[in-house]
């Protein structure tokens, strides 16, 4: 049976190697562990696109489940309140129809469409339900885990409700976990707009990129179990192509990985090579042409002016490279930082927020045409 490659370079995959991310597994356990009020049950997971924040709401999921738990898994799209409810009513059924006194051992509920706002009566009956079923959970040393993605483009009235219920049941000490994942500065200008001042108690893990040198050993160990031979010298190439960026990670491991195999099962310098290559296009193809494509022209061309520099840019310099003031320039750093594309680095200075971002941008055709131009600024 031929081996299968190991990397999962698909935006929101699980990947089979969590690098980085163990001790906000462990973490989250011993919330479910220490049961109701523990801080590790309201949680937030941010950071910029592709860093790993759907992944890691699967992990808290998968340690839910493992401990019996229910769980509801959602994305912040209209109707989110709606499906909450029908999922809770589904579970509520689902515990009703078994044998009296089991125990829970886990059910995962997916989305389940529903078109329609929620009517305030049913508002109600799904409240007076989660309790009912959060105190028989409880009977049983089990809860219910509700995880929302990408809450920065939650409906706030619909985010409002369904923290006022986490807030009831939590005061009740009954079994809830609410674990959400959203961009930076959007999950922060939706907090600080007063959505919910209960969600800003929730714990608030910032992910960052994964150490290079975790990053080298998880792939040492993920190609030596694979079947596949890399040197010392080799390894420390793939980790730093990577930036500690997962999903620059499972992209890169992916296609060294694959060049490897068609190579005879060794990293050869020709195979590293080929699947950097083809691991940078792939990134530039999706991500980054997807969240360059996003920005209006003239986001576009705040980040063209950053891409002149080798490393962090000063706000100041980026701003008389496009002929604005500071004040101007700063709209466009805050919407950047705000859509995930650029993050600060210092007093007056923003990195981009994506490896590779910068030599993506360096070869599009609309940079060329910046610092080529005579009369630019």
């Known amino acids: 049976m031929p081996v299968q490659n190991p990397f999962k370079p698909t935006a929101g995959a699980r990947p089979p190697l969590l690098v980085g991310r163990e001790n906000l597994r462990q973490d989250f356990a011993e919330s479910l562990e220490n049961g109701p009020g523990a801080p590790g049950l309201l949680s937030i997971f941010t950071g910029p696109r592709g860093i790993g924040k759907t992944v ?18 959602e994305t912040a799209t209209a109707g989110l309140v709606a499906r909450i409810a029908d999922a809770v009513r589904t579970a509520s059924e689902e515990m009703g129809d078994g044998p009296v006194g089991r125990r829970v051992t886990g059910v995962t509920i997916g989305p389940i469409r529903v078109d329609t706002q929620l009517p305030p009566p049913r508002e109600v009956h799904w409240r007076r339900r989660v309790t009912d079923l959060l105190t028989t959970l409880g009977e049983f040393g089990t809860g219910l885990l509700i995880s929302v993605d990408e809450i920065h483009a939650v409906d706030r009235s619909e985010l409002s409700e369904l923290a006022a219920v986490v807030q009831h049941l939590i005061r009740e000490s009954l079994p809830v976990g609410l674990a959400m ?15 919910s001042t209960f969600l800003r108690r929730a714990e608030r893990y910032n992910l960052h990129a994964t150490s290079i040198p975790e990053v080298k050993e998880a792939f040492r160990e993920t190609f030596q179990d694979s079947g596949v031979v890399v040197d010392d010298e080799h390894l420390d190439m793939l980790a730093a192509a990577t930036g500690g960026y997962p999903f620059l990670i499972q992209l890169v491991g992916y296609h060294v990985w694959s060049q490897a195999r068609r190579a005879g099962g060794t990293v050869t310098a020709t195979a590293l090579t080929a699947g950097l290559e083809k691991a940078k296009r792939r990134m530039g193809a999706t991500v980054l042409q997807s969240a360059y494509g996003a920005l209006s022209a003239v986001d576009q061309s705040y980040l063209l002016a950053m891409a002149e520099d080798d490393g962090p840019s000063s706000t100041a310099k980026v701003a008389s490279r496009l002929g604005v003031d500071l004040v101007y320039g700063a709209q466009y750093r805050i919407r950047l930082i705000a859509a995930g594309a650029i993050e600060p680095t210092g007093h007056g200075y923003v990195d981009f927020a994506v490896p590779t971002f910068r030599e993506f941008l360096r070869g599009t055709p609309a940079y060329g045409l910046r610092v080529h131009s005579p009369g630019r600024p």
């Open 56 to 73: 890691m709401l699967g992990e808290v999921e998968d340690e839910a489940i493992e401990h019996g738990w229910i769980v509801i898994s």
């Open 181 to 195: 994942a959203g961009l930076p500065k959007a999950v922060d200008d939706l907090l600080a707009e007063g959505v």
